[in-house]
C-alpha cells in the first residue's frame, strides 16, 4: 500500500475508532477520487483486460522537444531535461500505472540473457503506443493493445519497453504481434532507445538483445505487476 492509501486508511480509522471494511474504504477511495486527480503511477487502474489491453499514461509525444516525466513523488508532470540532440521519439511514450522494475524484472532479464548481475531500474514499465494520429500533448491515459516489447538493457538495469499500438486506430490496430509490424517502424523504435542517451565521445551504453512478442510482453508486464505488489 502507497503512502497516500496508508494516509487515508489511517485517517479513516482514527475518526470513527473502528475499522473499516474493505468496501467501504474502496468506496471512499472512489468518491475521493472525483475530488482529488489520481497519481498517473499508483491511482490509476491498469484496466480489466490486461495485459492484453492496457491503460497507459503518456509523458512525451514525438514533437516534444523536452523529455517530460512524472515526478514520482508528486504525480505532475515535470521537465527531466531538454533534448540535446536530434532523437525524436517516434511513438507516444509513457508507462504503466501500477507496475515496477525491481526483483521479479530483473529475474525475468537474467533467465532470457542468461546473464548474471541485471537489477531492475527502480521505475514504471515504459510503454511505446504507435498510433497513425497525430497526438497535440502528453499527461493523458489512453488505452493500448499490447503487441511486443523490447529487452533493453542500459547500464546493466533492466529497462524493458513494452510496444503497443492504440485501441481501435485506423491502421496500427489491425496488427497484433511485433511480427506483423513493418520493419521500418521496428527499427525506429530501436535505433532511438539505442541512441537517445548516446553523446559525442562516449560509448554504447544501452543494447537491446532481444527483441519479443505479445506473449512474452505479457509475462514482462505480469513480472512487473508483481514487483509492484512486493513494493507497494
Same mark, same amino acid.
Given at each position: ?96 500505472? %501500477? ?67 492504440? %485501441? ?65
Amino acid at each position: 500500500m502507497n503512502e497516500r492509501l496508508r494516509y487515508f486508511r489511517t485517517f479513516i480509522i482514527a475518526c470513527n475508532h473502528s475499522i473499516m471494511d474493505e468496501s467501504l474504504f474502496q468506496e471512499f477511495l472512489k468518491m475521493a477520487g472525483l475530488r482529488f486527480k489520481a497519481h498517473p503511477w499508483h491511482g490509476i487502474e491498469i484496466g480489466a483486460n490486461a495485459p492484453e489491453i492496457v491503460t497507459a499514461y503518456i509523458e512525451i509525444i514525438p514533437s516534444d522537444t523536452v523529455k517530460y516525466e512524472v515526478d514520482k513523488p508528486t504525480g505532475h508532470l515535470k521537465v527531466d531535461r531538454p533534448q540535446k540532440f536530434s532523437n525524436i521519439v517516434p511513438a507516444l511514450y509513457g508507462f504503466i500505472p %501500477k507496475t515496477y522494475c525491481k526483483e521479479e524484472i530483473a529475474k525475468f532479464c537474467m533467465e532470457k540473457t542468461a546473464r548474471t548481475g541485471i537489477i531492475g531500474d527502480g521505475d514504471p514499465l515504459d510503454i511505446c503506443v504507435l498510433t497513425e494520429r497525430d497526438v497535440t500533448h502528453g499527461d493523458i491515459i489512453v488505452q493500448a493493445k499490447i503487441v511486443g516489447g523490447f529487452r533493453m538493457i542500459d547500464n546493466n538495469e533492466a529497462d524493458d519497453k513494452i510496444i503497443a499500438v492504440l %485501441k481501435q486506430d485506423e491502421l496500427y490496430s489491425q496488427w497484433n504481434d511485433i511480427q506483423e509490424l513493418p520493419p521500418s517502424i521496428v527499427n525506429r523504435l530501436g535505433h532511438y532507445f539505442l541512441t537517445y542517451k548516446q553523446f559525442p565521445g562516449t560509448g554504447q551504453q544501452v543494447e537491446i538483445p532481444h527483441i519479443y512478442g505479445r506473449e512474452e510482453a505479457y509475462e514482462v508486464i505480469a513480472a512487473s505487476q508483481r514487483d509492484y505488489a512486493a513494493y507497494f
